[in-house]
């Protein structure tokens, strides 16, 4: 299975009330060929990071996006795995 790595900020606060106030965020996808999302996380301005996958699939702030990427235009935010690895400890 082939996997690509994408790092793509969000502008916009959630209008969640438990998570609006943490601020604008970073999410960093894992997808395999296909641009189905394997992992994901997303990083808030305040520091505050939620980690997704098929262990831990929601919680009360958030969860593994079900809607795969276009990978065409998510090009443009690719990332290494490294990267990835990195924000996902």
Known sequence: ???FYFKRLWEETTGDPLTDSWGTSTF????NQYG??????????????LRYDE?????????L?????????????KISKDEFEK???
């Open 65 to 77: 996006s079900g809607v795969s990427l276009d990978l065409v235009e998510f090009n443009e935010f």
């Open 55 to 63: 262990q831990n699939l929601e919680d009360q702030f958030g969860a």
């Open 36 to 49: 189905d999302v394997l992992r994901q996380i997303q990083l808030y301005e305040n520091g505050k990071k």
């Open 87 to 89: 924000e996902w400890i």
């Open 1 to 3: 299975m082939e996997t």
């Open 28 to 31: 960093f996808f894992e997808t």
